[in-house]
């Protein structure tokens, strides 16, 4: 049953019944039985994300838990008890940002269900006192038989853990289902990426297998595509001739943390185009899949990857920017430069600001740039798709150019996260003038209910073994494609690095780049 709550409209404005709708939009299914093996457990990622969205969802009934059915076995290097892990957890708890209601009661129903050993990736031992772990929880405890195993682990433990546990035959689903999750970063260029697949292919197959892009568990990235295919209203106009250009942008005010050590041999344009900011241009541009299904919506979205073309260095001069954030100031904070930041070379030439025209040699998208952006310590934290529409024909009101500018499409994704369409009005008086006006849906009034938080989607998709919004193989590979030469030519010293304040809007060639084609960046300023 489908209800309409108006754009602009705050929950309590609207009819109980649908209140009563749209407070339950966010209820969620129940998981199948199984056990969740965390490597990595004592980890960032687990302690912020994995922990606390599992906590949530056995908070709103989603696991199993109090059938016995769901267990988490924790694996990481340092020895611990299970009751010292699960303390450590219960501490991260209390101030994690993504519990959404902490009780002490539930906690201890939720701990219950934590076991911790201690475990070595490239240790083949460990991998066949796992698989005597999971027996003895299986026959003592009556945990599940199926497993997810999800791999919160630096890049370079996951051929070796994926191996072990083909030898240790975890991934045989004769007793139960057998899945495994992979973290980002998924390789670090084309070649490696592919051998990653075929260390995978080897032993999991394609329908155990989820690619995580956390991205693809946000609900307004989700909403992408109910908002193009499940309207009839913007598809029609969804292409080349009525789209002039497409701007997206993950801008952060945040550095890079703690996270020196990966962030020096990642770098923005690994770290979030190839993949975040490459799912939204997919999402964005994908044909209407045949079905919701995994095969359908992947398959569409490859295609969009490979009607991409990979760039010639000549266009990659053109085509991208990359730059790296010099000290700046907030109020009368002085903020560090990224060379000054702990844990990185004094000489870096590592990229924290990332700018690429792509282009979509498809008939519905030929001569439409998609530019994106994305930086660290930037003036606004903004996560957001603008699409822009042409120019209309004949500039009837054009005694006020500047304020009639042409109709955007804003699909913000975070914060604030809603859709805005900008349209032109009439001022009100006795004049024909036009001005910009604003018509806004924001989700947190026009649904008043709190949603899943990323990891929470995927974990319960994957524990359903919906792999919808995980990446394929082969669309892994398609993305490396593109980003490769742009990794290959800014390698080069000769590449020109371009600079921007900590606490600015980035980089003046990333304005240029578009300036030169008669277009401008949102300013982030704003
Ligand atoms: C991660 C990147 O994948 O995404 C981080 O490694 C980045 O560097 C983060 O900060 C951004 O995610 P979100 O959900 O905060 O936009």
Known sequence: ????????????????????????????????????????????????????????????????????????????????????????????????????????????????????????????????????????????????RNCLFYLSTPPSATAAIIKGLGSAGLNEETDGWRRVIIEKPFGRDLTSARELNAVVGSVFQEHQTYRIDHYLGKETVQNILVFRFGNSLFEPIWNRNYIDHVEITAAEVLGIENRAGYYEESGALRDMVANHLLQLVTLTAMEPPVAFDADSVREEKVQVLRSMRPMTPDEIKQRTVRAQYSNGEKKSEQLASYLEEKGVKSDSKTETYAAVKFMIDNWRWGGVPFYVRTGKRLASHITEIRVHMKRTPQALFSGDEHDIAPNVIIMQIQPDEGISVNFVAKRPGTEMHASTVQMNFRYAQGFGTRSPAAYETLLLDAMQGDATLFTRADEVEYAWRLITPIEEAWASDSFPLAHYAANSAGPAESNSMLAREGHEWHDLEK
């Open 1 to 144: 049953m489908s209800t309409t709550i108006n754009a602009d409209t705050s929950i309590s404005d609207v009819s109980p019944a649908i209140a009563n709708a749209a407070a339950n939009v966010a209820a969620l299914p129940e998981a199948d039985p199984c056990t969740v093996v965390i490597f990595g457990a004592s980890g960032d990622l687990a302690k912020r994300k994995l922990l606390p969205a599992l906590f949530n969802l056995a908070c709103a009934g989603s696991l199993q838990c109090k059938r016995n059915q769901f267990t988490i076995l924790g694996i990481g290097r340092t020895p611990m008890s299970d009751e010292a892990f699960r303390d450590a957890m219960h501490e991260f708890m209390l101030t994690a940002k993504d519990v959404a209601d902490f009780t002490e009661e539930g906690w201890k129903e939720f701990a219950n269900r934590i076991h911790y050993m201690v475990g070595d990736p490239n240790d083949n031992g460990s991998h066949e006192e796992l698989a005597n772990q999971l027996e003895a929880l299986a026959n003592e405890k009556g945990a599940s």
